[in-house]
């Protein structure tokens, strides 16, 4: 930047504040962020693809619903007067699998209040209706490469910013959209402030990364952060603001006096959660370039990102769909004493072997899957665990079936093992476990031209035009981090959260893991060091496809992306990790051989 060119704080910035990560965030974001007088806008991410499969189950039973009901219930009750009294703008995803019905009560909730925002709804990511085409043909899952299933409860293409943006020029105060990328609630906003257009690559980029940044709510302020022990005051953590400037940088910090911590290695942490390629992070308005992106702390309380790089995002929407695959039940006891882990397991097995037993004399098939679990004996360790002597465990028992009265009949027969099996056998109450249908998702490509985008507000409607640029943006490739070259010096043995900072999270089925050099010398002996082979060996009680790994010498960094990681990943899962959300932290675990020199400095 030259001497001429103001700093980016001196210069006009848009202020978002990110209130929610998921549905079920606390409260306390929209609360404070709407009080702190440091906003123009209030976004709010509540769709997962397990949130999406929840939603579908819901409106199976209730037509009305498949909205995320904590959005009018709790978070506007709780803030809409002062967003109106302060003219905060409000973007939030809660529409789900209803839009339309999300806005119907928000608009009620408001006339109660005496109040009269305008409400906005984006429509069109329901495609449904095409599903009997797309199955005839013969459009796969995009990561099983299956044929679409006969049945399908829903299916929803995740939308961009561009409707959000539209929404927004028509005046909307509101606006809630259904299933789209979840930075789409933060890039609309500044599409709509700056004026940036589809071809604005760069721009959108960094947009897109301000929105992946704060989508996640705390974990831009210290949450989730490997060092957890240096973040204070968990109670008050503090949710996330950025300052977004024209250029696509942006400077993260959240409200004064709140708990939390505003960091680089967090925010390095946050960049790589659940991405692949970082040279080719692929949304609906733009594929993304994150490995040369620069983040700078300029004070401890403010974090400035710049260098996110943009293309051509290409013809398709991904669609996130949902299927009826039967029914669920999960069982669970506590064993306490000598020999807890072999209790427990042979207690799980017993369940399973006479429930098989009373399959075959009601004439039923066996469970579609079935799988026991030991919490507190370190199974997602495999041949790494150290908790050979644990002496409380509870077995987890989790079956599939396609006949919902089969696992009610298994649910009769956990509590028995209570005064039957395992001496130390108890549990923490709650009566038999009940059997719900079991969700499953998968995912597949649609031309964007086949997706009709809208937006209402009221009684106007206005057709959304989405670019479709058949080019298809692709990553220049950069080096590997220089070699690294043995000094010749002793090696001991560390583990590897003392080199490097990470955090993992899911995609389907895929696990990836972003590790950050805790300095940047040491990222050639990481790279040296944690290779792909080295990490499929290390999870290879978890991982059944390939390791690929990915240099971002922006950060000091490297994204390591694992296939068919997660036993089918979200809701078609029976993992207790089916998020991949602690395999970051098993391998922070793994020893590394490193000079004594660094052993001494880490």
């Known amino acids: 930047m030259s001497d001429s060119t103001p700093e980016p704080s001196s210069r006009r910035a848009v202020r978002i504040g990110g209130a929610s990560g998921f549905w079920g965030d606390s409260v306390l974001g929209a609360t404070q962020l709407a009080h702190s007088g440091l906003i123009d806008y209030l976004v709010f991410d509540y769709l997962a693809e397990t949130t999406m499969a929840i939603l579908a189950s819901?409106?199976?039973?209730?037509?009305?619903?498949?909205?995320a009901t904590d959005f009018v219930d709790i978070a506007m009750k709780a803030v809409l007067p002062v967003v109106m009294q302060r003219g905060i703008k409000v973007v939030a995803n809660a529409g789900g699998m209803n839009p339309q019905g999300c806005a119907d009560a928000l608009q009620a909730l408001a006339q109660g209040m005496g109040l009269h925002p305008k409400i906005a709804v984006v429509l069109g990511d329901d495609i449904s209706a095409q599903l009997p085409a797309l199955r005839e043909a013969g459009t796969l899952d995009m990561f099983r490469g299956e044929h679409l299933p006969a049945k399908v409860l829903s299916a929803n293409a995740?939308?961009?910013?561009?409707?959000?943006?539209?929404?927004?020029?028509?005046?909307?105060?509101?606006?809630?959209?259904?299933?789209?990328?979840?930075?789409?609630?933060?890039?609309?906003?500044?599409?709509?402030?700056f004026g940036w257009g589809p071809q604005d690559y760069d721009q959108l980029a960094g947009g897109s990364l301000a929105g992946h940044i704060i989508e996640?709510?705390?974990?831009?302020?210290?949450?989730?952060?490997?060092?957890?022990?240096?973040?204070?005051?968990w109670p008050n953590i503090g949710y996330p603001i950025i300052d977004c400037f024209a250029d696509g940088s942006f400077e993260l910090h959240k409200t004064p006096g709140t708990g939390g911590r505003i960091l680089r290695a967090a925010v390095a942490e946050q960049l790589l959660y659940e991405i692949g390629d970082p040279g080719a992070y692929m949304l609906p308005d733009v594929c993304c370039d994150f490995r040369s992106v620069r983040m700078e702390q300029l004070s401890p309380e403010r974090v400035r990102v710049s260098g996110a790089r943009g293309s051509s995002p290409g013809v398709h929407y991904k669609v996130s769909?949902?299927?009826?695959?039967?029914?669920?039940?999960?069982?669970?006891?506590?064993?306490?004493?000598?020999?807890?882990?072999?209790?427990?397991?042979?207690?799980?097995e017993s369940i399973l072997a006479r429930t098989r037993t009373m399959?075959?004399?009601?004439?039923?098939?066996?469970?579609?899957?079935?799988t026991v679990d030991l919490l507190g004996a370190e199974t997602l360790y495999g041949p790494h665990t150290r908790a050979g002597s644990a002496r409380e465990v509870m077995v987890r028992v989790v079956v599939s079936h396609p006949l919902k009265q089969a696992l009610e009949m298994f649910a009769k027969e956990i509590s028995p093992a209570g005064t039957s099996w395992s001496p130390g056998t108890t549990g923490p109450g709650g009566g038999r476990p009940t059997p719900s249908p079991h969700i499953k998702p998968f995912s597949f490509l649609v031309d964007k031209s086949s997706v009709a985008v809208t937006v209402r507000m009221g009684d106007q409607v206005w057709p959304v035009a989405v670019p479709v640029d058949a080019a298809v943006g692709s990553a220049s490739s950069l080096p590997s981090p220089a070699p690294w070259v043995e000094t010749g010096e002793a090696l001991v043995e560390v583990p590897l959260i003392r080199l490097a900072w990470a955090r993992s999270g899911d995609k389907g089925d895929i696990s990836n893991i972003g590790l950050v050099a805790r300095r940047p010398e040491w990222l050639p002996l990481l790279w040296a060091r944690v290779t792909p082979e080295v990490v499929k060996a290390y999870f290879?009680?978890?991982?059944?496809?390939q390791v690929e790994r990915f240099h971002l010498p922006g950060i000091d960094a490297m994204n390591l992306v694992m296939h068919e990681a997660l036993g089918g990943g979200g809701p078609?899962?029976?993992?207790?990790?089916?998020?991949?959300?602690?395999?970051?932290?098993?391998?922070?675990?793994m020893p590394v051989q490193v000079p004594v020199s660094i052993a001494s400095s880490c």
Request: aromatic share 4%; proline share 5%.
């Open 58 to 67: 819901v409106r199976t039973k209730k037509p009305e619903m498949g909205y």
């Open 158 to 193: 995740y939308l961009g910013a561009i409707p959000v943006a539209r929404a927004l020029a028509e005046g909307a105060d509101i606006v809630i959209t259904g299933r789209g990328v979840d930075s789409a609630v933060t890039l609309g906003p500044l599409m709509h402030e």
């Open 216 to 233: 996640c709510g705390c974990q831009a302020t210290g949450g989730l952060h490997t060092d957890w022990q240096d973040i204070p005051d």
């Open 321 to 348: 769909a949902t299927a009826m695959d039967g029914f669920r039940c999960t069982g669970s006891m506590l064993i306490i004493g000598i020999d807890a882990a072999a209790k427990a397991r042979r207690t799980g």
């Open 359 to 370: 399959l075959q004399q009601h004439g039923w098939p066996d469970y579609t899957s079935a």
């Open 540 to 545: 290879s009680h978890l991982v059944q496809g």
């Open 572 to 589: 078609a899962s029976t993992r207790n990790d089916p998020l991949g959300k602690g395999m970051g932290q098993i391998l922070l675990d």
